[in-house]
């Protein structure tokens, strides 16, 4: 059973730059949630998809983006690279019509801006 | 209010001992609470999840779910070295979002 896998691990980018992270959810699942994790911080809910659309919207401003594929993956965009980027980028996946609806997380990108 | 609150301060137990952590959070619409264990410089796994009032065992976990009091707490028996780790609560609130405190950091000491 196939988790929930991101790409890549590690990313170095400088300010103002544009990034592009990955995700594939787990087997049989169809919603991604997005997360970044400051340094000493829990993570923190970017967006969420479901169906190529974007459900729901933490408070980030339009500079992250994101898209589904009709095979459920995702990609998360940030624009306009800011210092305070810095972060763990984790991506969820789940099944809301399950009853638990539980979210399992992937191993995350590591984000450094310079 | 913060969504969810934990005390952050580490928590040093005696292997074998029992760990206990806290967690209150804001929404009293919410219906489903997981815990997350997150080893440092890797990602949340979940660990336990509840959804009624009362206790809910697992091994040597146990959740407490008091959603009068907005309050979830969990046990860890017998504390091992490998339960070293931050343990993060996290209600869902509104529709599948998860809401993170900053976690409860364990440290069992051998």
């Given amino acids: 059973d196939a988790g929930v896998t991101q790409s890549p691990t590690h990313l170095i980018k400088t300010r103002g730059q544009q990034v592009t992270l990955r995700c594939s959810p787990k087997s049989g699942h169809d919603t991604v949630s997005w997360y970044q994790q400051a340094l000493g911080q829990g993570p923190q809910f970017i967006f969420q998809y479901y169906e190529e659309e974007e459900r729901q919207r933490g408070n980030f401003p339009d500079r992250f983006s994101g898209h589904q594929f009709p095979n459920y993956s995702s990609e998360l965009n940030v624009n306009a690279l800011l210092l305070g980027d810095s972060a ?7 099944l809301p019509r399950l009853a638990d609806n539980e979210q399992f997380f992937g191993p995350g990108t590591r984000l450094t801006v310079l | 209010q913060k969504e969810v609150e934990q005390n952050s301060g580490p928590l040093s137990v005696p292997e074998g001992a029992i760990a206990s952590l806290n967690c209150t959070y804001s929404d009293r619409g919410s219906q489903s609470f997981f815990w997350y264990r997150q080893y440092s410089g890797k990602s949340p796994e979940l660990i336990m999840s509840i959804y009624s009032n009362g206790d809910k065992e697992d091994g040597r ?3 407490q779910l ?3 009091s907005q309050y979830v707490s969990l046990l860890i028996r017998d ?10 609560c996290a209600p869902r609130y509104g529709n599948n979002r998860l809401a993170f405190g900053k976690g409860n950091q364990v440290v069992v000491i051998p």
């Fill in chain 2, 66 to 68: 008091n959603k009068a």
């Fill in chain 1, 88 to 94: 763990l980028y984790l991506c969820a996946s789940s």
């Fill in chain 2, 61 to 63: 976990f146990t959740a």
């Fill in chain 2, 79 to 88: 504390s091992q070295p490998s339960d070293s780790a931050t343990y993060l």
